[in-house]
């Protein structure tokens, strides 16, 4: 796969095994030389923009009831060497969106599974997902086959796979998890919109109080989906597809008449003695329930490129409402000179909901409103219709502009823009266009006036633009168009039946048209054009209006049925699910740790067993659900799977480190929590952690140590204050004190002293001692009493020399007198334990046998006497090699002359 990162405005080869582009028709090029498909690769990554780039991308023809594009790319994070994800999504009417995103965490996995069909290419990824803010994933399976034949050779998904596994062992050596400081790319950012296409998240859900209720939507709530995404989640996609399948359990369809006019006025506006009802009544059988009426050139005034102005359209209202007195006007919506007007009868008012419009102009600089188009979507009982009308560019060889005006309409038309309604033309289940399309015919003047006149309806039509452009597949591919029987509705001269005989001499065409095209609608519910006809009498301007009747199939549901049918699918599912949830049975749910200690782990094992009939996905989390478990605690193993029947042994570890040891002689935690066993798809299990810690003079506060009164193993955390005197008591730690007199009365004869490491045994005892305020037995090695102060020292919470010093103390660490002055504005406790250990220090190298080792290496020994600020202080400072340097220089003015 290419792995080139694309620079604003270049074009990305599709890498080996992409499958193709949309089939979408209506991305065509602005400058109307053809078709311009953007490939799919490009789509994806303008929408991840600059945070990644494709590494390898697949795509094919998802195998759900909607038989969309999907695609899975693998993408690489921008600002990183090591960060990888996995973008799952489709393509939908020339928009793409990203449905579920996966970080490819330690625990991710992506296999290819077998499939019913060798043609169908079925990818199970497992892993910890980011969806759009809503629901995450454990598990998505996604089955699609590929647009061309080459690219369903397992080679193609095997090299994806490939380079899949290669970003998963990166994760997993660098310990990627959810929840950890990797991945933000991703974690952070909620929603993934298309860039320019006003794409809305597929799953935004309203409730019936906003939305006149779809009942083909998946939940018993009413709550509605304009498009359904083929990647929902487990529950919601099995509600989605056995409802689909049941519907006609809960559905039935009633027929509707609506009528469709569409007139180019040419400015003029109608008088009492115009024949409307020629056009609107005369020659139906029965009156339709909807009339819908579109206007072109309603106004051709400059002033109505500057301000809206809807006297025109108010008069053109009032007579036709004349004509029509059991209608009542709905809404309308006006576009310069295009005007789009729904009538309704009176008794069918309650049938009608969710009412918006909204329009395009495709004009002057392809923006403004002498072209373009106006629309309505409504939802009628229970479908959603949708009407455009339009107006596109003029002229007999402007075809490609005609498809170009096309093309902008179609891209530019939403409805509720920016809400959680949000649809274009295409979301709805039928589709009716209407307008002057400017469509001529590609024939000399001579020969299509002549085939006009003898009413040649068959040879016009062999030459009509629009229905070459249809096989084109160019502009309005899909759509309907009713057998023309009526002659070409332009040009005429004004007030007459007869063709244009200006200087001009603009040839017949059949300009003014009404389509239809059947968009989620199932076959039962299409609409059927029972008449298309055109108006001949009406004489107003050059263009005849043309009429078409449909009865249209509407979708009638009957709510009591679909609750009993969704309370089966929702018992269905919950068999399905019971069955194939995963059951663990754990051992032990309490563990007690005794006597812990600092720095010394305990650990205690527990054993899972798979009781249930599906492989067990686990993980251990705290009761919060993060992963970030308390500082004494440990696990030995991460998340993990256990197949039916299988078992496993986990080791639960205590381990009390220096930051944790503090916090528990304090009294600010305690050993006692609780584990839980994270089941995917299951139960969580919940396991007592509690222990007893035995308090210890390390890793406590040098002024704790000073007030301390009697052992630090009686000063119980919960009543620590008991334990502490209110002033000094002690000028230095008396455990400390206790281990300087011990080495003075054994001697500094022994070898190596703080160079060689005492036995773990006897440091212990040493530890026990000094924690109980025992003597230190006398048959300790002298080696584990010097280790013990290397280890008090290490332990201090905030070192001798403090880390408001630190800088200060480093920066003199060249002069012996500035130094000198550093230690003298210390705290008097911080100053006499300072003081206390340089010379005892000091008294080590001069009376110590191996005068030649010590004196160069006890300044190092004892380099934890001051420390730079850790990280999470306010006066952070990185230590470096030179750093470290001026440390030992600052303590060797104190080691070497006291």
């Known amino acids: 796969a290419e792995q080139e990162r694309p620079l604003q405005g270049q074009t990305i080869s599709a890498p080996t095994g992409a499958v193709g582009t949309s089939q979408t028709p209506r991305m065509q090029s602005r400058g109307g030389d053809g078709p311009v498909r953007m490939p799919l690769r490009d789509k ?145 950012k909620r929603f993934w919109q298309h860039v320019g296409s006003g794409f809305q998240s597929s799953r935004s859900l309203v409730t019936s109080a906003m939305l006149h209720a779809n009942p083909l939507d998946w939940s018993d709530s009413g709550t509605s989906q304009f498009y359904h995404s083929p990647l929902a989640p487990p529950k919601e996609s099995f509600l989605q597809s056995r409802l689909a399948e049941r519907q006609s359990e809960y559905t039935s369809f009633s027929t ?155 891209r530019g038309i939403v409805f509720q823009k920016d809400t959680p309604l949000q649809r274009d033309i295409f979301d709805h289940d039928q589709i009716f266009w209407l307008g002057d399309l400017n469509y001529r015919i590609n024939a000399p003047y001579d020969v299509v006036k002549e085939a006009a006149l003898h009413n040649q309806i068959g040879i016009l039509l062999e030459k009509d633009q629009l229905k070459e452009q249809q096989k084109l597949k160019l502009a309005f591919e899909h759509f309907e168009e009713a057998d023309i029987t009526f002659p070409p509705t332009y040009k005429y001269d004004p007030g007459t039946t007869r063709f244009d005989t200006s200087e001009k001499q603009r040839a017949p065409a059949f300009c003014d048209r009404i389509l239809h095209y059947t968009g989620k609608a199932s076959e039962a519910s299409k609409a059927v054009c029972i008449a ?43 068999a399905f699910e019971n069955a194939s949830k995963p059951n663990v049975d754990i051992d032990t749910h309490q563990l007690h740790f005794e006597n812990v200690r600092f720095d010394t782990p305990q650990s205690q094992a527990i054993t899972l067993r798979n009781v249930g009939q599906v492989p067990a996905r686990y993980s251990f989390v705290a009761p919060t659900g993060e992963l970030k478990l308390p500082r004494w605690l440990q696990i030995d193993a991460g998340p993990g799977h256990i197949m039916p029947g299988a078992k496993a042994t986990i080791y639960i570890i205590v381990k009390c480190d220096a930051a944790a040891t503090t916090e528990l002689n304090c009294g600010e935690v305690m050993i006692d929590d609780v584990l839980v066993l994270r089941l995917e798809n299951g139960m969580d299990n919940f396991i007592s952690i509690t222990g007893n810690f035995l308090p210890t003079f390390l890793c406590r506060p040098l002024e704790h140590l000073c007030r301390l009164v009697g052992p630090a193993r009686a000063a119980l955390p919960a009543e ?169 220089e600052f303590l060797r003015h104190f080691i070497t002359s006291s």
């Open 532 to 574: 298309y006809e055109a108006c001949m009498s009406l004489c107003i301007s050059d263009h005849k209006p043309v009429r078409a009747v449909f009865d249209a199939q509407i979708r009638v549901v009957d709510r009591d049925k679909r609750h009993q049918v969704y309370l089966s699918v929702i018992k269905e599912h919950d």
């Open 256 to 410: 509707t008449s609506i009528f469709i006019g569409t007139y180019n006025v040419n400015g003029k506006i109608p008088t009492p003695v115009d024949k409307l009802e020629d056009w609107l009544v005369t020659g139906l059988d029965a009156r339709p329930d909807l009339y819908i009426l579109g206007f072109q050139e309603l106004d051709l005034s400059k002033e109505a490129f500057v301000w809206e102005d809807s006297k025109r359209a108010d008069a053109w209202t009032q007579q036709l409402l004349k004509v029509l007195p059991d209608y009542h006007k709905v809404i309308s919506k006006q576009l310069v000179g295009m005007l789009i007007l729904f009538l309704c009868k009176n008794d069918a008012a309650d049938d009608i909901g969710d009412i918006s419009t909204a329009s395009q102009g495709t004009g002057i600089m392809g923006i403004m409103g002498n072209k373009g188009g106006v629309a309505l979507s409504l939802c009628f009982r229970d479908s959603q219709l949708c009407f455009v009308c339009s107006h596109l560019a003029a002229h007999d060889d402007n075809i490609a502009r005609r498809n170009q005006d096309f093309a902008d309409v179609c």
């Open 44 to 188: 994806v990554q303008a929408l991840i923009g600059d945070d990644g780039y494709i590494l390898n991308l697949l795509s094919g023809t998802s195998q759900d009831h909607q038989a969309q594009l999907c695609f899975v790319a693998l993408v690489h994070m921008t600002t990183s060497e090591d960060e990888h994800a996995l973008f799952v999504g489709r393509e939908h009417r020339r928009k793409v969106a990203v449905d579920v995103i996966f970080p490819i965490f330690s625990s991710f996995k992506a296999t290819k599974e077998p499939a019913a069909s060798g043609a169908i290419t079925q990818l199970t990824i497992q892993g910890d997902s980011v969806y759009h803010g809503f629901d995450q994933y454990k598990q998505l399976t996604m089955a699609f086959v590929a647009d061309e034949p080459t690219h369903s050779k397992p080679a193609t998904v095997e090299q994806f796979l490939r380079e899949t596994e290669g970003a998963q062992a990166i994760a997993e050596a660098k310990r990627y998890c959810l929840g950890g400081s990797s991945h933000t790319w991703v974690t952070n």
């Open 720 to 888: 620590l204050g008991k334990y502490l005197a209110e002033t000094q008591i002690h000028a230095v730690p008396k455990e400390l004190w206790t281990m300087v007199e011990y080495i003075r009365q054994v001697g500094f004869d022994a070898k190596d002293l703080f160079v060689s490491v005492g036995s773990k045994t006897d440091i212990i005892r040493v530890l026990e001692a000094l924690d109980t305020d025992e003597p230190i037995p006398q048959d300790v090695s002298i080696h584990a009493v010097a280790d013990v102060i290397l280890r008090f020292i290490k332990s201090l919470p905030e070192p001798i020399i403090p880390f408001s010093s630190y800088q200060r103390a480093i920066d003199n660490s060249k002069n012996e007198h500035f130094s000198q002055q550093v230690v003298q504005e210390l705290a008097p406790i911080n100053q006499t334990t300072f003081i206390y250990i340089t010379r005892f220090l000091s008294e080590v190298i001069a009376k110590t046998k191996n005068t030649t080792v010590i004196p160069q290496i006890l300044p190092g020994l004892f380099r934890d006497l001051m420390r730079p600020p850790p990280q999470r202080h306010g006066l952070f400072r990185a230590q470096t090699e030179e750093s470290r340097a001026k440390e030992i």
